[in-house]
């Protein structure tokens, strides 16, 4: 595991911050009729435009600046000339490198209006990351993460996905330690200052099963059921999780010094 320094998390918060602002400029086109194409023309534009390069474009081969998965779709979809449907959910993960360091978040966002079984896996997995950011503490160990998400998630009803998992994050996309959305808490290696996690709940509506389809990146339910993915990329401190790109991170970064 590496551990990075003040002046590394500053950089990591700025890398964060731009996917944020990504986000959030999709959070007002995401709408019935736009295509997943067309989000990541524009999530391309802007990263380039900030001096920042794609992280997954090329990633292992991966063909696009965005992944884009739609309502059965857990993680990995491929943007391309679909349109988005009233009522359809979508998981917009995205990363950049910028200035050395990696920042990788992702959202669930609603297209029109969705239904109230929809809404209630957006709501619960959104809670299950807050959750598990909160079990990021100095001195804590790595499955007191896996162990908030999956107690959130399994008392609503849902379940968490176990072929995938979060990760370590730096100047690589994916460093160890892996960081499972599952697990009994108090194991695994302790939690230290320095060490920045991306944390990704995935959460299935049904069983926690998963197909590949055969361009081998789009993993859907394998019971056909909704799922939803949130992240943050979040880092331990002495004081506790420092949620990256994030504007109480950067309040707290300013406090640091
Ligand atoms: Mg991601
Ligand atoms: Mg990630």
Redesign the pocket.
């Known amino acids: 595991m590496v551990l990075k320094s003040h002046g590394e998390i500053e950089l990591m918060h700025a890398a964060n911050g731009l996917v944020q602002q990504v986000l959030d400029r999709l959070d007002g086109l995401v709408r019935p009729g736009v295509t997943t194409g067309e989000l990541d023309e524009v999530a391309e534009q802007m990263i380039r435009e900030a001096g920042a390069v794609p992280a997954f474009l090329n990633y292992r081969g991966f063909p696009a600046t965005l992944?884009t998965s739609i309502n059965d779709v857990i993680v990995h979809g491929i943007p391309d000339a679909t349109a988005l449907e009233d009522g359809d959910i979508i998981g917009i993960?995205?990363?950049v490198l910028y200035k050395g360091y990696y920042g990788?978040?992702?959202r669930t966002y609603a297209v029109g209006a969705i239904s109230a079984d929809a809404r209630h896996l957006l709501d619960t997995t959104r809670r299950s990351l807050e959750l598990a950011i909160e079990a990021v503490q100095p001195g804590g160990r790595l499955s007191d993460i896996g162990a908030a998400v999956q107690g959130h998630v399994e008392a609503n009803g849902f379940s968490v996905v176990r072929d995938f998992v979060g990760h370590g994050i730096g100047a690589a996309l994916h460093e160890d330690p892996q960081v499972p959305n599952f697990g009994a808490p108090g194991k695994g290696p302790r939690l230290k200052a320095g060490l920045v996690l991306?944390i990704?709940p995935m959460v299935n509506a049904g069983s926690p099963g998963v197909k590949l389809d055969p361009d081998g990146w789009t993993a859907r339910t394998e019971d056909g059921s909704l799922s939803a993915h949130f992240?943050f990329s979040v880092a331990v401190t002495e004081d506790g999780p420092m949620v990256l790109g994030s504007e109480p991170a950067a309040q707290m970064a300013q406090g640091a010094g």
């Open positions: 992944c993960d995205c990363g990788d978040a992702a991306a990704e992240e």
